[in-house]
Nanobody, 121 residues
Framework: VQLQASGGGLVQPGGSLRLSCTAS????????IGWFRQAPGKEPEGISC????????FYRDSVKGRFIISKDNARNTVYLQMNSLEPEDTAVYYC???????????????WGRGTQVTVSS
């Protein structure tokens, strides 16, 4: 079982990036997929999640209206479209597979390697 996150990079404030999280060894109907991030000196935080049952989506307040999570079952991939990026979005972003979108991060069984997102002019 593996998750591969990609798509990070350096972007100017107001710009966009799309992160991808590709799963192998299981299908997306098996787990909820969440995106988490950790900024330097800060605690990790969950920012978005898509459920396994009905593709319900959830967002942290700070990213609502700017980020969109989606999934492509044929590609076994979850995407996080990030728009109107702000310097405060700078962090290492991780995707993870867990039982439900309401589960705490400690319940998430599988984690991908992080991808760095830097928002700076």
């Amino acid at each position: 079982v593996q998750l591969q996150a990609s798509g990070g990079g350096l972007v100017q404030p107001g710009g966009s990036l799309r992160l991808s999280c590709t799963a192998s060894g299981f299908t997306l109907e098996t787990y909820a997929i969440g995106w988490f991030r950790q900024a330097p000196g800060k605690e990790p935080e969950g920012i978005s999640c898509i459920s396994r049952e009905d593709d319900s989506t959830f967002y942290r307040d700070s990213v609502k209206g700017r980020f969109i999570i989606s999934k492509d079952n044929a590609r076994n991939t979850v995407y996080l479209q990030m728009n109107s990026l702000e310097p405060e979005d700078t962090a290492v972003y991780y995707c993870a597979a867990g039982p439900t979108c309401n589960s705490p991060a400690t319940f998430y069984s599988y984690w991908g390697r992080g991808t760095q997102v830097t928002v700076s002019s």
